[in-house]
């Protein structure tokens, strides 16, 4: 941790005692490139920062791992099985996926084709909002290390900005309308 924004982030998304969890129980996974993500850490901020519970408004906990070796869903099926287990008594959905493969399934679901992601980090930096583009591992030590492409200023300002990575204007305002019902202190930037 270099600056003050990413160890009072750290702290902030650990007082989520689902992540705190979630971050003590992954590294028995041994997946590689692994990562809890997105809306279970930016929203878990967005919380402290309105005084809410931690979890207030979190639908679900981001995981994300990066295998090429085998890009069949049934080796993510097993990953995603193994890792119901791991965190089954949690009371959150932990979704797990696999990002080496999701060029596969991209496009029946989004009507995008995407290019294949080459890390957990490339997929975090195309998230459709920068806010979303947070990242945190940590190793069996329980060393964290944080992944933050646009830094933290905007998430502690409560900005929510679209990102040029992924020109889904509609997927963009759905979700910043959604976050603003339970989030109503937020500035939106509207898609350029």
């Given amino acids: 941790m270099t600056n003050r924004g990413e160890a009072e982030f750290v702290s902030i998304v650990r007082s989520n005692p ?3 969890e979630i971050l003590r129980r992954a590294p028995q996974l041994k997946l590689p490139g692994w ?12 919380n402290h920062l309105a005084d809410r519970n931690p979890q207030a408004g979190i639908r679900d906990y981001d995981f994300f791992y990066f295998d090429d070796s085998d890009l069949s869903y049934d080796a993510e099926n097993d990953v995603i099985e193994a890792a119901a287990s791991v965190f089954a008594d949690l009371g959150v959905d932990v979704e797990v996926r696999n990002e080496a493969r999701v060029h596969l399934w ?7 084709a995407i ?3 080459r890390s957990t980090e490339d ?8 806010t979303c ?30 990102n040029p990575r992924l020109p889904m204007r509609q997927v963009y305002e759905t979700k910043a309308a959604r976050w603003t019902t339970e989030w109503p202190n937020l500035t939106v930037l509207p898609w350029p």
């Fill in 18 to 20: 689902a992540v705190a």
């Fill in 35 to 46: 990562y809890l993500t997105a809306g279970g850490l930016f929203q878990t901020v967005w």
């Fill in 106 to 112: 991209y496009e029946q679901h989004f009507g995008t």
């Fill in 115 to 117: 290019a294949p992601y």
């Fill in 123 to 130: 997929a975090i930096d195309h998230f459709v909002s920068t």
């Fill in 133 to 162: 583009c947070f990242g945190i591992t940590t190793d069996r030590g329980g060393t964290d290390t944080v992944y933050a492409p646009h830094g933290f200023d905007d998430l502690f300002a409560g900005i929510v900005r679209p």
